[in-house]
């Protein structure tokens, strides 16, 4: 039924001796929400780091689309079509709500630096069309009333609503989230749960994120990928996941102790 | 141009400057319209080194080498085949420079443009380095263009230096140049590049996961403050008529850097309060080194200690006001009219 | 043996700990749960001396408030911060050192033994960079660097995050076998569930102030509780 | 921080009326020297002297005061300039004493020109300063002559038909010196067989040491500083090269001796006075006055800039005392004619505002300087 | 260039190296605890040689008691600086840490030009380090052997007290987490002001040296070494002791060699320092032997 978006084959990363991800190998398809588990230091923000570009993998090949996109710039792989968040969120602390979302545009700025000096009737019209924009999406994750406050004002929950949203404003097809429901409580992690559905249908996505919150990885994602110790030990449904005796022995223990 | 009311009062704010300017050519005492002259230039090159450091976060030293630059190429370009001649005692010019003659504006733009240049290339190595490390290598670079100053004879006329410049520059060169620095500078701020910009300094790492290309970003800031301090270069060059390898030294980009720290970082407003209260104070410190008589005790001038006060006075400041003037915060019309409606800035 | 009362912590303009007051009595554990951002972390700093607060924290009937971290901890009380934040370019045994920086030399020996009875997987590595250990490792290692002066009151700060759920079941083990031998623990956790099942007595923090408190049982039981931390319906 | 600032701006302005009333009847006079800053050792001995002239002399002939007002140009050209502007339009000073080296005069000298104030230099030996300038003269002989003077001296009493030259290439001073004597040494059929350059604050002159032992010259022609010049003669010695070596007037400093030790026995330089083989009476009396203050012997920046201000003080006394206009001490400056100053006879050339006067050569002897001769112009 | 000349210059190299490294180290020390250039090293270098010289021209006390003294006073005002005006701004930026440290340097520069005037003072040399000796014709001045072996010196004692002390484990402790340490029951500050002691007292020790090589001292005679230092600090990779000292001797070696070899290039000997460091910093951002400070940016 759909096309398979983002092909890793058997990634590998070192540093130095240390091998971060070994043969990491998934697919991801179109308008799935794939997670990635695993405990700290197995390797999940590697994985995503040579994913989004930040890094480049010592072996293996990605791809998007069908395209190669190992080892290209980061900027370029977000204008291809992919936006992340961070697991500790980063904004742009100074700079307003909305100011945050317009940088997503950035990417796609349609004046120059000509127009912006000399400020042309086109700077003009843009730069009301972005701002329009980003209202537009600020509206649409109930952020729009919070546009004119610093980032740094804002709660821990909103923040990492804007930070969704920037990502959005890159206008993505696939997004990547990193420990999106790591310091929240259930109820705002439940919260959490529902926005990203919400905000999948709403702007066509395709979701891949890490965590480590079982619960909200079972009920959120279609299929799981487990990583311990830099290699995928299983991938599956959720309820495969969930009685995989390896997965058991190396990360979940018994689950009801 | 859009006709609003912001922009209507800004307008008017620069014509309310310029009377000043003129009122001031005409009123105030030659070492008065010096010290403007002065603060205008250092306006100008403060404004352009806020971009990069305050703006966009790259904590960098290099205006000094950028300064040295922007004065070499106009004084070059500004002295007369003859006057050239009989400076190169060491060895002749080389003969494609020493024809070289044109007048002031053009030789202003030229040093503008060969610094940019020049910070277009040097950009591209240092921004592979971050933080500390962008610190020492940018020092470094002013160091280089000194020693590279005093050894390429054949066109900088070594440690002899150029000498006897035509004095063009004036108040109203300082003036028309500072403005036209500060406009542009503060467009680039308010526009998606400034926005860039300040994402760069907040988070890079996250900026680039906006697709923001921050190398080309950094450059566009880098090169940008190297043209206005080029120009500025060729201001000084030209106010100073003599121009030597030992001009433009770290103690430049250090009075620069006090002046955007005391204004606060990234506010190019307070850049602007902040040079005008630096280059005026350090001239009013003067008095510490006279010899005075206060309440009928005489204390006899101590040579040096303005340097003295000036340094204790900065760490003073660095403890207990690091935010500087105006913080990150930008005066604007916008925030004087909700400061008199009373809105939330 | 601690006794926390209207305790305020700031952060520039941002009042991060709001008045809150609690007990930590001898010989038992006590925790504080709570969200991220809840200022159960500034608490937990606050007593041992890394930030500034205001009010009052007794220990021993002691006023330790305001004096400077290093001599809170000569009085006994010991934090294994969030994040672990083992020394990474030390060995495993110079990790130890530090924790006992201010015991004899004489003392150590034996200490070194009761840690690595305690923990046999530090023995193996001892001379290894701590930089080498997994999160899980790393996690016992602060401990150990932690009870290695003696404490009379040992302090966590989220000693459950970012492990996999095996791990953190071994650590709490290791929590409730210290409580048995007769360490007072104050800990500080998100994950409530396994918090609350440790402890004896419970506090509920939320936007840095104390909104509910009582037997570990009792808000195990607690609808409240049950729907915001545990996640249940 | 405000408040900080404007209390502080508030306290300087009343500090400096304070310090700037006046009531008795004089006349001020800036002086512009670097007294912090790299060349700040220069400015520090130049106001030594001219403050000890000052006290010789504190008046004119109808009891006219001057009052000296010192700024400090940090070495800095900017400052220069600025320090300049601030004596003539906020001091209203009607004449100026300074900078010390070339390229700082150059850069006070088109403001004092601009507002016709006369502007004496005690030390700035380029021929540019003074070029096209009908404002500036100097007290001091031009480099070209004292090149001159050095290559007569290696030509004709040293009888040496082969030079080497080291350059200090960072220094203005050495590289404008060291052409002036190629140039005049060549002209009298002298050969130079070798060009060596160094920086400012080398530690280490082996290579060049070894490619002069290599060239053999007859002497070495240095005109550097005492610090480099000591530490190369150091060097030069301990590696077995030699020649004798001959300096200009940067070598004259106690510093040279103390550093050089024994190897800098018999270095010969070109200066502007020698305090113990007075030229005229005015300098036995400055040198004992000198010596009696500061414990020290006067050197060559002090004993000039005295003589700049003496200079200067008889130009106003010629000019009116009090009454005199800058463009009346300007005048007299300038046809300042046979004065009996401290470094010797000085005539000042109304057209170029170059200082006519003779060079003394001294030498090292025996961990003193000595006298050797005076090259009369 | 025969091989004598070139033994020579290497000797000289390596001389001029350590020097560079007993500077470094302070950098590097500084850098690794409280992540501040400090700017006023290099002129912890000049106090340390106003230190000596007044001990010796104007106490005259002999030249070992002078030279101890001034390291131990050097040391005292390491520790003065970093208490007065660094620690209040322990949780300041970076760059307002980096702007007081240039500060401090002019106050530093400024106050001895006030005090001990612009004029060079000769200092004095003792006899032990002047002179030369002669090795198959062969000339080797006696401070070019003694600097070398004095910095290795000192630079074992500090390893030692770095690696086989309790503090010298704080320190190393210190470069990875501030607070972490105060709850070990640590007194950071005092630890800190050590580390502050321990790096002026060798920047003396260096300047001291220095002062033997080009003895005439001003007060802005610690800028260039300074920042060469520096340079050799982060080529070596900030934080790391025998990184700063093996990027001291690197930096001193080449330069005097550079030199030696290629005599047209010597007009740009300060600058190749820096270049040296561009160079390394573009293909090893954290120097030769540094680790990642920044470690941990995802």
């Known amino acids: 039924m759909s096309e398979v978006i983002l092909k890793c084959d058997k990634l590998t990363m070192r540093f130095g001796g240390l091998t971060a991800v070994r043969d990491f190998s998934i697919e991801i398809k179109e308008h799935m929400i794939f997670g990635l588990i695993g405990p700290n230091g197995a390797g999940k923000t590697t994985a995503f780091n040579m994913i989004t570009g930040n890094l480049t993998p010592t072996e293996g090949k990605i791809h998007f689309y069908g395209q190669d996109i190992t080892g290209l710039k980061p900027y370029k792989i977000v204008s291809l079509g992919m936006a992340r968040t961070f697991q500790n969120i980063r904004l742009f602390s100074n700079l307003s709500v909305l100011g945050n979302v317009l940088t997503g545009f950035h990417h796609k700025l349609k004046y120059n630096l000509i127009d912006a000096i000399l400020r042309t009737p086109r700077f003009y019209k843009y730069e009301n069309e972005m701002k329009e924009a980003g209202m537009a999406l600020l509206e649409s994750v109930r952020l729009a009333d919070k546009a004119d406050f610093k980032a740094s004002e804002l709660p821990y929950g909103e923040r990492r609503k804007v930070e969704i949203a920037r990502a959005l404003a890159t206008g993505p097809k696939l997004l990547l989230l990193d420990e999106p429901a790591a310091g929240m409580n259930p109820q705002e992690t439940l919260d959490l749960m529902y926005f990203i559905r919400e905000i999948k249908d709403k702007f066509n996505l395709t979701v891949f994120l890490i965590e480590h919150d079982m619960k909200f990885v079972m009920n959120l994602c279609e299929t799981i990928a487990v990583l311990d110790h830099g290699v995928k030990i299983a991938e599956g449904k959720p309820e495969e996941i969930r009685t995989n005796p390896d997965v058991i022995k190396a990360y979940l223990g018994d689950i009801n102790a | 141009m859009k006709i609003d009311r912001n922009n209507i009062l800004t307008i008017l704010a620069i014509l309310v400057f310029f009377l ?38 790259q904590f960098s030293l290099e205006p000094n080498g950028f300064v040295a630059i922007g004065a070499y190429v106009t004084a070059i370009l500004i002295l007369t085949p003859a006057q050239k001649e009989s400076m190169f005692i060491i060895e002749p010019m080389v003969p494609w420079l020493a024809n070289l003659h044109m007048s002031f504006l053009p030789a202003l733009i030229i040093g503008g443009i060969v610094t940019a240049f020049v910070g277009f290339l040097l950009g591209f190595p240092v921004f592979r ?18 020693v590279v100053s005093n050894n390429t004879i054949t066109i900088t006329n070594g440690s002899l230096g150029l000498k006897g410049l035509p004095t063009y520059t004036n108040i109203w060169w300082c003036a028309v140049w500072a403005v036209i620095a500060m406009i542009v500078i503060m467009r680039i701020v308010d526009s998606a590049f400034g926005r860039a910009m300040k994402a760069v300094r907040d988070d890079e790492d996250a900026a680039i996961a906006m697709g923001i290309n921050t190398l080309w970003i950094k450059q566009i800031a880098f090169v940008t403050a190297a043209f206005f301090e080029g120009v500025g270069g060729g201001l000084l060059a030209s106010l100073i008529t003599i121009i030597s390898p030992t001009v433009f030294t770290f103690f430049l980009t250090f009075e620069l850097l006090i002046i955007i720290v005391v204004g606060g970082l990234g506010s190019m407003t307070g850049t602007a309060l902040a040079t005008v209260v630096v280059v005026w104070g350090s001239e009013l410190l003067r008095v510490v080194e006279q010899p005075m008589n206060i309440f009928g005790l005489h204390i006899p001038g101590i040579p040096g200690m303005r340097m003295v006060v000036f340094s204790i006075l900065l760490i003073i400041m660095m403890i207990f006001a690091r935010e500087g003037i105006m913080g990150q915060k930008e005066f604007s019309w916008d925030w004087i009219f909700n400061k008199i409606k009373g809105k939330r800035a | 043996m601690l006794k926390v009362k209207d305790l305020n912590v700031y952060y520039g303009v941002i009042h991060a700990v709001k008045g809150i007051s609690f007990d930590v009595p001898n010989g038992k554990i006590v925790t504080l749960i709570g969200a991220n951002g809840a200022g159960k972390s500034s608490t937990l700093k606050a007593i041992a001396g890394l930030v500034k607060p205001k009010g009052s924290i007794l220990f021993s009937d002691k006023e330790i408030i305001r004096h400077p971290a290093h001599e809170i901890s000569k009085l006994g009380v010991a934090l294994v911060p969030e994040g672990r934040r083992v020394f990474i370019n030390l060995t495993i045994l110079e990790n130890l050192r530090m924790g006992g920086f201010n015991k004899k030399i004489s003392e150590l020996e034996p200490l070194y033994e009761k840690m690595f009875e305690l923990f046999p997987i530090l023995k193996e590595r001892a001379h290894q960079k701590a930089g080498t250990l997994s999160g899980g490792e790393q996690q ?17 700060d989220e000693p459950s995050l970012g492990l996999a759920p095996l791990i953190v079941s071994e650590v709490f083990d290791i929590l409730r076998e210290l409580n048995k031998q007769g360490r007072t623990i104050l800990l500080v956790e998100q994950n409530a569930a396994q918090a609350l099942k440790l402890a004896d007595y419970g506090y509920v923090l939320e936007n840095g102030a104390i909104t509910l408190e009582g037997e570990a049982k009792g808000l195990l039981e607690n609808d409240e509780v049950r729907k915001r931390y545990l996640g249940e319906d | 921080m405000k408040r900080l600032l404007s209390s502080l701006v508030a306290v300087a302005v009343a500090l400096s009326f304070l310090a700037s009333a006046s009531f008795a009847k004089e006349i001020k006079v800036g002086v512009v020297w670097p007294i912090t800053g790299l060349v700040a050792a220069f400015g520090q001995s130049a106001w030594k002297g001219a403050q000890l002239a000052h006290s010789m002399k504190p008046a004119t002939k109808d009891g006219c005061k001057i009052k000296l007002i010192l700024l400090d140009n940090k070495g800095m050209k900017l400052e220069t300039a600025n320090a300049v502007s601030k004596l003539i339009t906020d001091n209203h000073v009607k004449a100026i004493i300074g900078a010390i080296t ?25 021929p540019l300063v003074t070029k096209g300038k009908k404002y500036i003269s100097r007290a001091c002989f031009i480099d070209p002559f004292q090149g001159k003077v050095a290559a007569k001296y290696i030509w004709n009493n040293l009888h040496a038909k082969k030079a080497a030259v080291m350059i200090e290439r960072d220094q203005d001073y050495s590289v404008g010196l060291a052409h002036a004597f190629m140039n005049a040494y060549k002209k009298l059929g002298g050969k130079i067989v070798a060009v060596e350059f160094f920086q400012s604050t080398d530690q280490d002159y082996s290579a060049q040491i070894s490619d002069l032992k290599s060239k053999n010259p007859d002497v070495i022609y240095m005109p550097s500083y005492y610090q480099e010049l000591a530490l190369f003669s150091r060097q030069a010695r301990q590696y077995g090269l030699n020649q004798p070596i001959m300096a200009g007037d940067g070598a004259e400093a106690e510093a040279l001796i103390k550093i050089g030790g024994k190897a800098v026995n018999g270095l010969t330089f070109t200066t502007h006075f020698d305090p113990h083989a007075a030229a005229t009476p005015l300098t036995v009396t400055f040198v004992k006055a000198f010596e009696k203050k500061y414990k020290t012997s006067p050197d060559a920046m002090a004993a000039l800039g005295a003589d700049a201000y003496f200079i200067l003080v008889n130009a106003i006394n010629e000019a009116g005392g009090c009454k005199a206009t800058p463009k009346k001490i300007n005048y007299y400056v300038r046809h300042t004619k046979d004065f009996k100053g401290v470094t010797g006879v000085i005539t000042i050339n109304p057209k170029t505002g170059n200082a ?8 090292v002897k025996d961990g003193k300087f000595v006298y050797v001769t005076t090259v009369n112009p | 260039m025969d091989l004598t000349i070139i033994l020579q210059q290497l000797v000289n190299g390596v001389s001029l190296g350590s020097l560079y490294g007993l500077v470094a180290i302070g950098y590097t020390m500084v850098y690794g605890v409280i992540r501040l250039i400090n700017f006023a090293h290099g002129d912890i270098m000049m106090v340390g040689m106003y230190f000596a010289f007044t001990g010796i021209a104007m106490m005259f006390l002999p030249w070992w008691a002078a030279f101890l003294l001034s390291m131990l006073a050097s040391a005292l005002v390491g520790v003065i600086v970093d208490r007065v005006a660094y620690k209040p701004l322990r949780n300041a930026s970076r760059i307002s840490a980096l702007i007081t440290a240039i500060g401090v340097s002019f106050f530093l520069e400024n106050s001895f030009l006030v005090i001990y005037g612009g004029v060079p003072k000769a200092f004095p040399i003792p006899s032990v380090f002047n002179g030369a000796i002669n090795i198959h014709s062969v000339i080797f001045p006696n401070i070019a052997i003694i600097t070398p072996i004095v910095a290795i010196v000192f630079l074992l004692i500090l390893l030692f007290i770095l690696h086989k002390t309790k503090y010298g484990m704080a320190m190393r402790a210190l470069s990875f987490d501030i607070d972490t340490v105060r709850i070990m029951g640590i007194n950071v500050d005092l630890v800190i002001s050590l580390v502050f002691a321990l790096g002026s007292f060798l920047a003396a020790l260096g300047g001291i040296f220095w002062a033997m090589r080009y003895p005439a001292i001003n007060p802005l005679i610690g800028i260039m070494p300074g920042l060469k230092a520096f340079a050799a600090a982060v080529l070596g990779g900030i934080g790391s002791v025998t990184g700063a000292a093996l990027g001291g001797f690197i930096i001193g070696v080449t330069e005097i060699l550079v030199v030696a070899l290629f005599p047209a290039l010597a007009g740009y000997k300060d600058a190749f320092a820096f270049l040296f460091l561009i160079f390394v910093l573009l293909f090893k951002p954290t120097g030769i032997l540094g680790e990642d400070l920044e470690r941990g940016r995802f």
């Open chain 2, 20 to 57: 000043f300017v003129w009122w001031g050519s005409n009123h105030l005492t030659a070492y008065a319209v010096r010290v403007w002259e002065d603060t205008l230039i250092f306006l100008m090159l403060s404004a352009g080194y806020n971009l990069i450091n305050g703006v966009t976060g």
């Open chain 2, 129 to 146: 380095v971050r933080g500390d490390y962008l610190a020492i290598v940018t020092l470094g670079f002013g160091l280089t263009i000194r």
């Open chain 4, 102 to 126: 070339s390229s700082n005069t150059m850069a006070g000298a088109p403001i004092a020109e601009k507002n016709h104030i006369p502007m004496i230099t005690s030390s700035a030996t380029n």
């Open chain 3, 140 to 156: 016992m290692l602060a401990i150990a660097r932690a009870l290695m002066s003696e404490p009379d009151l040992l302090m966590l």
């Open chain 4, 356 to 363: 006519i006067k003779s060079a003394v050569i001294r030498k």
